[in-house]
């Protein structure tokens, strides 16, 4: 059983850099560096938004286009973790977020918060204008 321990977030001005982290513990039947890892958002009556995240292969990173230029996705598979550095921080990009792993994902799912089988506690995260 895999844990994903998160921190970060908090409230900040619109403009400013926030940077959440992932710490992936346990688990079996493979290294954490082959599950698909993704950062999720969720705003207050909105659906949970995929923000950016790796394939299984790490081969592939994807961004949601509202963040691309200003996020980065990145891992350390010697540490477990997963990092998510977050520039030029807008209102909208309020909501709580989760990091997400899967051992077994597609590729053509990745975007798909239901195909994951393992998740943070969640962060908030507050942008004021």
């Known amino acids: 059983q895999v844990q994903l321990l998160q921190s970060g977030g908090g409230l900040v001005q619109a403009g400013d850099s926030l940077r959440l982290s992932c710490a992936a513990s346990?688990?079996?039947?493979?290294?954490?560096?082959?599950?698909?890892v993704a950062w999720f958002r969720q705003a207050p009556g909105k659906e949970r938004e995929y923000v950016a995240g790796?394939?299984?292969?790490?081969?592939?990173?994807y961004y949601t286009d509202s963040v691309k230029g200003r996020f980065t996705i990145s891992r350390d598979n010697a540490k477990n973790t997963v990092d998510l550095q977050m520039n030029s921080l807008k209102p909208e990009d309020t909501g709580v977020y989760y990091c997400a792993a899967s051992r077994t994902i597609i590729q053509s799912s990745l975007r798909d918060f239901r195909q994951y089988g393992y998740w943070g506690q969640g962060t908030q995260v507050t942008v004021s204008a």
């Open positions: 346990g688990g079996s039947g493979g290294t954490f560096r082959s599950y698909a």
């Open positions: 790796f394939s299984r292969t790490g081969g592939y990173t």
